[in-house]
């Protein structure tokens, strides 16, 4: 217990910046979430907030037994705002870390240089390769604990781009694959577009979930035809999308934008992308799966089943006749590859994922230009694009002058966050795996309708383009998924968290479940004997700064009515944790 | 309660010039005794989407000479006849079920079911002629995501403005029909759905694999907080809510919030009323997620009173169907979960005596391709729907059942020079589909024609397969 109690300390920079007295003057300026009025035209009426000092009685300057005033160091601000899209959300240490790195780009560079945390290894030795469970444990425990953040941040973005999934029966008893595949997105998520492209195309889960895998040359005679399957995917998912666009992201016209790829080049490349096997089994035909590495090794060409015929591909380009089975498919990625649209669908694949649901034409322009070559002459150099996102003025700055700006947080990355914040440790019979109270971890899609590696389809947990509103502007494809049932068991799972399993829970005498993860709220207790050094911390932590003044006043108020022994501590960090964990406002990150 | 009728969203759309200008017929409410006639009786509509593009060409099976040209386009994956279970049309003679699917059979036989053939996203009646020259196609043809929006809105379109369901023009209808419930009158089982999106009202989004749980802090519930602090704990996650919906907020902001208040407000209603109508009497496979979603449904239906809902509308979801591979093996699979959950299903509505005031229908993203790609089947676009319950006239098929040769097929979206596509173009148009089941459930025609714009390209814009 205490192990865990001092293993969360505040940075250095935070503790200094709680003891300053919290009254009158703020030194930062904190963005107020919709000061700004409304968006799209759409709700500009009642515009008005209280500003920063203005009491409830409207007179000003308050003393703080009335008035809770946000008193954040402006690094710190910024630090925690980074650390939100470049890793599963900022802690004390990581913002100290990241005060501590120099600069944002050196932190980069540092997280990109650390080891990569697989799955894999703990997958094979724990799994019987049909169960799922141990997958999701591995992905939680390096989510939670290992330090390549940002490789893990970006992987799991690059997981809801080439989409493979646990809902597919053969997947998900192919556990030993599906953790071989998602390390391969962690290792290759800053290398290059093209050989992920590559490495995702012949992997035989891909191979499976989209059915490339055996897909054969035409037999007129008998009307049969190539899959379509990967092609289709390949080309309106993983690369291209529906429209041409321009570098602004934009299909125009609007209503009658032109498609970027026919049915008949569909059919071309399905075409192209026949004649793979899986490597380690003796025959084309065979049932027999069961051989090491048919799941996790490439496939591999067989000549004889590949059509060989020329194909007409994309941008007027042929793929000759008489390609061997490779030389057909490194013909058609590069053909893909260089198709303008890949820059621009990338790019904003990773603004949305990581900044901002809607983001400017000029910073996808610029992410664009920057796949398109990464100052060396490189294209598809994935590191230089994350990087490039992350550090983008609009990624930095963009929530200063744009209200619209931000994203919702994915449940699944919320959830990590709060666990990480709270120094959470698994349950003390847990075997050293995180537990929800009624979900294990391979579950919580059913709480959330979202867990790793596990959408519905290939169309990913929710759609890049799906709006606010129905037919509006505004994206926010998240809040597909924060439905009735969805919002009430996360809501309530928090409330358990919370009110069941921490530390200091008698998990014992209540009978309760021994195996579900404690979070650790003794740093917060010490913390409340200041209510706003409490509110701070949630603000810096959760909020990077942009606690609503209102909802501060509420939990402020709402402390302020129990006693401040060690008892009504405990009780001020429980209720107002819980309030902070389920209100709208944690939902959205600016 | 907080807005099941989402005022807020309609304001925000006019502001955003993007819902059409009231045409006087349809916004003046009309006569007060039509409205009345429509709104009298129960009514639920339920929509079973099969995702990802069932193979309905092996669900339903051309007999007689039609089998030969079925089976040589189909090869491999025909449906051998010695799984067919025979049925009859009066006009268009012999056909079958695929023998997995014997609740289809019966209900068809019961005539509680009318196949309606080869229906699919069209703007206009298209002729292979017309697919090869000018006339407007549906956009982005043959993609999942774009086909399954063209089937739930009735639109030509995936961009622009004309994003609505008519499934939502449905459940206005049943908002009008209800009054100011509690809840919204719109379930989906089946996750977000462009089905039920409407201008006016909202939807309940619910999980069929775990219960309807209210949420703990709101209303003084909650084993753990002590008693004297829940209290407070309740109104202090209402004003934080509250203060979320401000107008001054950003539209992402109040929307979450206004998801956040609609959860806590639905999930307390509907705790209760399905807490009274459990129909534990009905052994549903608690691991056919169909079967689950459809149970919830069921239990909706039965809570009609509870709820104050005249009228009801629902959004049910099966995945899997995108058989590109192992067709053979996977479709037995698919086929006896649909039919088991279907089977359940409408022995629940039976037992509650609701057959008559329920009608249930198939849609799915596309058909598949008649030809086959060796072991699984492509991405179509005509396919067959199926609807059931007490009020269809069933027992028979609705529209012209396609040619399946493989050869000189004017019905078949393949090329100028007469190659053989597989992909079948629709006779009848999804429009004409929403129209007959939303008239049914009291929608009026003016209303369908803000919903269905394309419908006006169609003369027949009721297909009969409803009693009134």
């Not at chain 2, 774009?146 to 206005?172: C, M, N, P, R, Y």
């Not at chain 2, 929403?434 to 027949?460: C, I, Q, Y």
Request: glycine share 8%.
């Amino acid at each position: 217990m205490m192990k865990i109690f001092s293993s969360l300390s505040l940075p250095t920079i935070v503790l200094a910046s709680l003891l300053v007295q919290a009254c009158g003057d703020t030194g930062v300026v904190i963005d107020q979430v919709g000061a700004s009025g409304g968006s799209g035209g759409g709700g500009g009426l009642g515009g008005e907030q209280p500003t920063e000092n203005t009491n409830p009685d409207g007179s000003t300057g308050g003393t703080p037994s009335t008035t809770s005033v946000s008193n954040l160091n402006a690094d710190d601000v910024e630090a925690s705002r980074f650390l939100a899209q470049a890793t599963f959300g900022a802690t004390p240490r990581t913002i100290a870390e990241l005060n501590n790195a120099g600069s944002f780009a050196d932190w980069i560079d540092n997280q990109m240089a650390l080891p990569v945390s697989l799955t894999e290894p703990y997958t094979r030795a724990n799994s019987n390769n049909s169960s799922t469970v141990e997958r999701h444990e591995i992905w939680w425990n390096n989510t939670l604990d290992q330090p390549d953040q940002l490789r893990q941040r970006v992987a799991f973005a690059l997981s809801q781009l080439f989409v493979t999934s646990d809902q597919d029966f053969l997947l998900a008893n192919n556990q030993y694959g599906m953790s071989n595949y998602y390390d391969t997105l962690s290792i290759n998520a800053f290398g290059n577009y093209r050989e992920l492209l590559e490495a995702v195309t012949l992997h035989p889960i891909m191979g499976v979930y989209l059915s490339m895998v055996r897909n054969e040359q035409a037999d007129l005679v008998n009307n049969i035809r190539p899959d379509e399957n990967y092609a289709r995917e390949v080309l309106q998912l993983f690369s291209l999308g529906l429209f041409q666009l321009n570098n602004r992201g934009e299909a125009l016209p609007l209503n009658n934008p032109v498609p970027a790829y026919t049915q008949t080049q569909v059919e071309e490349f399905a075409r192209v992308f026949t004649g793979w096997n899986f490597s380690a089994v003796p025959s084309w035909e065979t049932n027999n799966l069961g051989f090491e590495g048919t799941f996790t090794q490439p496939m591999i060409p067989v000549e004889e089943f590949h059509d060989t015929g020329s194909k007409n591909l994309l941008n007027g380009a042929v793929a000759p006749a008489g390609l061997s089975t490779r030389q057909d498919m490194e013909f058609a990625l590069d053909n893909i590859f260089q198709h303008n649209n890949v820059g621009v669908l990338i790019s904003r694949h990773f603004i949305q994922q990581l900044v901002t649901s809607n983001p400017s034409g000029e910073y996808i322009e610029r992410m664009t230009a920057v796949f398109n070559d990464n100052g060396g002459g490189v294209r598809g150099d994935l590191g230089a694009l994350v990087k490039a996102v992350l550090l983008d003025p609009e990624a930095r700055e963009g929530h200063l002058t744009n209200p619209d700006f931000g994203k919702i947080k994915e449940p699944v990355v919320r959830l990590a966050h709060v666990w990480r914040a709270l120094d959470a440790v698994p349950g003390t019979e847990s075997l050293g795996v995180h537990n929800t109270s009624d979900f294990t971890l391979h579950r919580i899609d059913e709480m959330s309708s979202q867990a790793v590696m596990s959408s519905p389809s290939v169309f990913n947990f929710f759609k890049p383009d799906s709006t606010v509103v129905t037919g509006g502007v505004l994206k926010s494809p998240e809040l597909e998924i924060m439905t009735e049932s969805n919002l009430a068991s996360t809501h309530n799972n928090y409330h358990d968290q919370i009110y069941r399993f921490t530390t200091r829970s008698d998990i014992a005498s209540n009978n309760d479940n021994t195996r579900v993860t404690l979070v650790n709220l003794e740093p917060l207790v010490e913390l409340a004997t200041d209510p706003d050094s409490l509110l701070d911390w949630y603000n810096l932590i959760f909020f990077a700064g942009g606690m609503p003044d209102d909802m501060r006043q509420t939990l402020f108020d709402y402390m302020n009515t129990l006693p401040s022994d060690d008892a009504g501590r405990y009780a001020k960090v429980q209720d107002s944790l819980f309030m902070v964990l389920t209100a709208p406002q944690i939902h959205l990150q600016r | 309660m907080r807005n099941p009728v989402d005022k807020e969203k309609r304001r925000l759309l006019k502001a955003l010039s993007i819902l059409p200008l009231a045409s006087g017929v349809s916004m003046v409410a009309g006569s007060g005794r039509a409205l009345a006639e429509s709104c009298d009786t129960s009514r639920s509509l339920v929509c079973i989407f099969m995702a990802g593009g069932a193979d309905s060409f092996n669900i339903f099976v051309p007999g007689g000479s039609r089998y030969n040209d079925y089976r040589n386009s189909r090869n491999e994956l025909a449906v051998p006849e010695s799984e067919i279970l025979e049925v009859s049309d009066a006009q268009q003679g012999s056909f079958g079920f695929h023998s997995r699917l014997p609740t289809l059979k019966s209900l068809y036989d019961e005539q509680r079911l009318a196949v309606v053939s080869n229906t699919g996203t069209l703007i206009q009646p298209t002729t292979k002629s017309d697919f090869l020259g000018t006339v407007a196609l549906p956009q982005a043809l043959f993609a999942h995501n774009t086909q399954q929006k063209l089937w739930q809105t009735g639109a030509g379109i995936v961009t622009g403005s004309t994003s609505f369901g008519w499934g939502g023009a449905v459940s206005d209808h049943a908002q009008t029909c209800n009054g100011n419930t509690p809840v919204a009158p719109a379930f989906s089982m089946g996750g977000t759905t462009d089905w039920l999106e409407s201008a006016n009202s909202n939807y309940v989004s619910l999980n069929a694999d775990i219960a309807v749980e209210r949420m703990s802090g709101f209303n003084n519930i909650s084993d753990w907080i002590p008693t004297s602090r829940l209290s407070r704990v309740g109104p202090s996650l209402e004003s934080l809510i509250a203060q979320g919906q401000a107008s001054g907020n950003t539209l992402m902001s109040r929307a979450i919030a206004n998801s956040v208040g609609r959860a806590s407000d639905a999930t307390t209603e509907l705790h209760s009323a399905l807490a009274a109508n459990t129909l534990s009497n009905i052994a549903f496979n608690s691991s056919n997620k169909l079967a689950k979603q459809l149970h919830l449904v069921a239990r909706l239906i039965a809570s009609r009173e509870q709820l104050g809902m005249q009228k009801q509308v629902f959004f049910v979801q099966m995945g899997g169907w995108d058989t590109h591979s192992d067709q053979l093996e996977r479709q037995p699979d698919l086929f006896d979960g649909f039919n088991e959950a279907i089977s359940t299903y409408q022995q629940a509505i039976d037992g509650l005596n609701l057959a008559s005031s329920v009608t249930s229908f198939t849609a799915s993203d596309f058909g598949r391709t008649l030809s086959s790609n060796g072991n699984g089947t492509d991405h179509g676009w005509g396919g067959h729907s199926f609807v059931f319950g007490g009020a269809v006239d069933g027992g028979r098929i609705v529209g012209d059942t396609p040619n399946y040769a493989s050869t000189n097929n004017e019905d078949d979206a393949g090329e100028a020079d007469g190659s053989f596509a597989g992909r079948i173009i629709p006779k009848i148009s999804v429009n004409q589909y929403a129209a007959t089941l939303s008239r049914w459930m009291g929608v009026s025609d003016a209303d369908l024609a803000n919903a269905l714009p394309d419908l006006r390209n169609f003369t027949e814009t009721d297909l009969g397969f409803m009693r009134a």
